[in-house]
């Protein structure tokens, strides 16, 4: 072979060979993906790429977004692969603050939220009674005197007496804890085994009503309710290790249930003690926890002393449970007249609400959250609360300036004074509120505030976010239901049962109730990097819903159902066909 033709030759095999080097560049192979989303309108919450086509999952994370194109690359032999029809798509929904156990719980007792009576109630104990051994008790929760169709004969301030329930349910105690949890009616029996009587006086932060001659009614206002459910607990101690063990996992198995076929897969729960958290690392740790679950650990000071090292987790058992933050209440709750105001109630002007913790020992929890490099997230709903949480908030953001946000929360801030509205934003303080608690409450909130107070200052989302301060979403749980869509259509309409909406000028748009129910909840939570958002990386917690949220109209919300929920890159519930 002549030297010419050996060199085209060795040219020709480099040009072959760089030829063949770049499709394989060109057409580099990805590795297959787990599971495959496709062909959806996928709400990514990422302001980079918002909508998006598909997504690619491998174990528990997101390995890719875009076109179906794009993802189609990463569907191999083994890949899962979900035809998504053009369904809106989106990141699980965080609920921003419940009580997880207290839910769970609450699925095993009377539900009395539908009762449109007092009448009712009495009538739910009655069949109860007649299948509950005689004295054990029966207990139930959901009812609010504002919400019924005619006030209870007799009644002291619109709440009733214990003459209908002392004669449906004589040998049974009986406690129905109030919609708010912060009041509840106990009947003669339950108040007899308290120990309550005419001359027990009202504890601090707390109110017994009484009838003209002093007697007790059986209803509890805030801190009173003690008087009774430390009754009730002592009898529940009785019971076997095993009884109450099981009466736990059972609901906290029916909490992950419910969470899941609403479309939740994180739930920020807001207060639970040191016992409780015990319970649920346990959960975690033999991989029985269903849900995500950002736990506030709700104890006493002393308690919380030098052991808060011991509590303290962040992403605990592959991300299924964190505890990194502190919860105190300082006040009640508007309807039972329990929110700590400025200036009395409208309709009841000899009240300005309860102080329920000393703001003192409230102060004393932000040291030790300070101390601990603990979260802090304090209940406070009327504008007096407001205040002197902000109060301390400030005093102790100065003394101990820090260069990384403490992300401090004020769980509700229903009620605000038009002055401290902007020291949300100025301060960083995350108002973590609940849209559905707006038109839920809405046919009582004028009553007790009067229209100046409640259009300057109730719920006030718009004038929050305008501040630049953070607003997250939640339903309360079991306080509302938990399911989420009711509380996005309530922050975008703000409509109450009539259709008309209360102060619209305070109505998030579609976009930001996506957020408040997303990523910021996950910024709330210091959480921003793992969920929240459908990016490459981050957990695999998807939904898909039967109606656009962004772009049906405002009635159709209310129809949309959960389809599916993926949880860690499964899928965990199905909609039922």
């Known amino acids: 072979m002549g030297k010419p033709m050996f060199r085209n030759i060795c040219v020709w095999l480099c040009c072959c060979f760089l030829f063949n080097g770049w499709v394989a560049i060109g057409t580099a192979q990805v590795p297959p993906a787990d599971l495959v989303l496709t062909g959806g309108k996928v709400v990514t919450m990422d302001q980079s790429q918002p ?80 299948t509950t051994p005689a004295g054990q008790w029966i207990v139930g929760r959901g009812w609010h005197q504002s919400k019924w169709d005619k006030p209870p004969s007799p009644n002291v301030e619109g709440y009733p007496t214990d003459a209908g329930i002392n004669k449906v349910a004589p040998n049974h105690p009986v406690l129905l804890t109030h919609a708010s949890g912060h009041m509840s009616f106990a009947n003669g029996y339950a108040m007899q085994l308290a120990g309550v009587d005419q001359d027990t006086a009202n504890p601090a932060g707390g109110e017994i009503l009484r009838d003209e001659s002093g007697k007790p009614i059986g209803v509890f206002r805030e801190t009173a309710q003690g008087l009774v459910s430390r009754a009730r607990a002592r009898d529940e101690s009785k019971k076997s290790l095993e009884e109450r063990a099981a009466f736990m996992s059972r609901a906290i198995e029916l909490a992950g249930e419910e969470c899941l076929s609403k479309g939740i897969t994180s739930f920020q729960d807001a207060g639970s003690n040191m016992r409780t958290v015990d319970v649920l690392r346990n959960f975690a740790r033999g991989g029985r926890l269903t849900v995500r679950l950002w736990v506030m650990i709700r104890d006493n000071n002393e308690s919380m002393n030098g052991r808060l090292a011991n509590y303290k987790m962040i992403g605990y058992a592959d991300n299924f449970l964190t505890c990194r933050s502190l919860k105190r209440s300082i006040d009640g709750a508007l309807g039972p007249h329990g929110a700590w105001l400025l200036a009395p109630y409208e309709d009841m002007p000899t009240s300005s609400g309860l102080n329920t913790a000393a703001v003192e020992s409230v102060r004393r929890t932000a040291e030790l959250a300070i101390e601990n490099d603990f979260q802090l997230c304090v209940h406070a709903i009327g504008d007096r609360a407001n205040r002197e949480v902000l109060n301390i908030y400030e005093e102790l953001f100065e003394q101990q300036p820090t260069a990384i946000s403490r992300r401090w929360r004020i769980e509700h801030a229903q009620h605000l004074h038009p002055d401290d509205i902007a020291r949300f934003g100025d301060l960083g303080v995350i108002a973590s509120m609940q849209g559905v608690h707006c038109t839920s409450d809405a046919i009582f909130v004028p009553k007790r505030l ?128």
Not at 58 to 70: M, P, T
Not at 75 to 87: A, E, Q, R, W
Not at 454 to 459: R, T
Not at 511 to 527: G, K, P, Q, W
């Open 51 to 130: 909508i998006v086509e598909a997504i690619a999952i491998e174990r528990d994370r997101i390995i890719s977004v875009g076109s179906a194109a794009k993802i189609n690359k990463y569907i191999g032999p083994d890949t899962t692969v979900i035809p998504l029809n053009g369904k809106f798509t989106m990141p699980g929904f965080i609920e921003g603050h419940g009580h997880f156990v207290g839910m769970g719980q609450s699925m095993m007792m009377l539900n009395l939220m539908k009762a449109k009576n007092w009448d009712e109630i009495v009538s739910q104990v009655e069949e109860a009674a007649k």
């Open 450 to 577: 009067g229209m100046r107070r409640s259009k300057e200052g109730a719920y006030v989302w718009r004038s929050l976010m305008d501040s630049g301060a953070v607003v997250t979403n939640g339903t309360d749980a079991p306080v509302e239901d938990v399911d989420p869509i009711p509380s996005f259509y309530a922050s975008v309409t703000r409509k109450i049962a009539d259709n008309i909406s209360f102060f619209p000028e305070q109505c998030m748009t579609r976009e930001e109730a996506l957020r408040s129910y997303t990523i910021d909840c996950a910024y709330a939570a210091f959480e921003e990097n793992l969920k929240g958002s459908l990016i490459p990386g981050k957990l695999a917690d998807i939904i898909v819903l039967s109606n656009d949220l962004l772009d049906c109209a405002d009635d159709e919300i209310l129809e949309t159902k959960v389809e599916l929920t993926i949880l860690g890159g499964k899928v965990v519930y199905t909609l039922p066909k």
